[in-house]
């Protein structure tokens, strides 16, 4: 299957700073890719779409000024936590819709949060 | 409202027994898409399969099989011959498709732990 990478796996930040998350999509090009959300034990929830040369669609409920979405190509989304805070630690997924051949959504390998 | 509902939170089975996982879905749409996914501990998650409203075969792949049946709205996993790699979280996720832009709603999940 088609191979979607995230950047970096884990991080631990202090409270107050800004982390970047890259999603690629590696061997397909992606015009839409989502962020999800994934507290332990919980499920997966949708944070944003991201669509390539717009502004991303957000959820209710999540603050489009804290978590700042940038599509600019075919390939690499990225999500950027702003002013990180202990309550954001979580696991994040991005996954990148492959419009091709059986058009379906793969996973990156996610990305660790541990705001202290 | 929950679009996908996995009743059963947690299932231990012994090696060798068959399980079955449960998936309800809700949707006002025609056309829509199902997908299950195994996240192992290590986070990642990994497609299993994806199924569009317009095809009720069964599918079987491997020790993996799937029951689509419209008139219940159920899209249930089973695993045949279960083994202790089979351990992990499983994900029922239902895609709209255009109108709600192809993000995936996931359910709870369903925890399998099979044991030697």
């Known amino acids: 299957g088609a191979v979607v990478s995230q950047h970096p796996s884990r991080v631990i930040c202090k409270s107050g700073t800004s982390v970047k998350i890259e999603c690629r999509s590696l061997d397909f090009q992606a015009t839409t890719m989502f962020w999800y959300r994934q507290f332990p034990k919980q499920s997966l929830m949708l944070m944003a779409t991201s669509n390539e040369g717009s502004k991303a669609t957000y959820e209710q409920g999540v603050e489009k000024d804290k978590f700042l979405i940038n599509h600019a190509s075919l390939t690499l989304s990225t999500l950027t936590v702003t002013s990180a805070h202990p309550e954001d630690s979580s696991f994040y997924i991005c996954?990148?819709?492959?419009?091709?051949?059986?058009?379906?959504?793969?996973f990156g390998p996610g990305t660790r949060l541990t705001v202290l | 409202a929950q679009k996908v509902t996995q009743a059963q939170t947690e299932i231990s089975v012994v090696e060798k027994e068959d399980v079955t996982l449960d998936c309800v879905y809700e949707t006002r749409d025609t056309t829509y898409y199902l997908f299950w996914y195994k996240q192992p501990p290590s986070g990642e998650l990994v497609f299993l399969i994806r199924r569009n409203s317009f095809d009720e075969q069964n599918e079987i792949s491997g020790r993996y099989s799937w029951n689509f049946q419209k008139s219940t709205s159920s899209f249930n996993f089973t695993i045949t011959a279960s083994q202790v790699v089979d351990s992990a979280v499983y994900f029922c996720a239902l895609s709209e498709g255009p109108g709600s832009g192809y993000a995936l709603n996931f359910g709870k999940g369903t925890s399998l732990l099979v044991t030697p």
């Open positions: 996954s990148a819709r492959d419009t091709s051949g059986s058009d379906t959504q793969y």
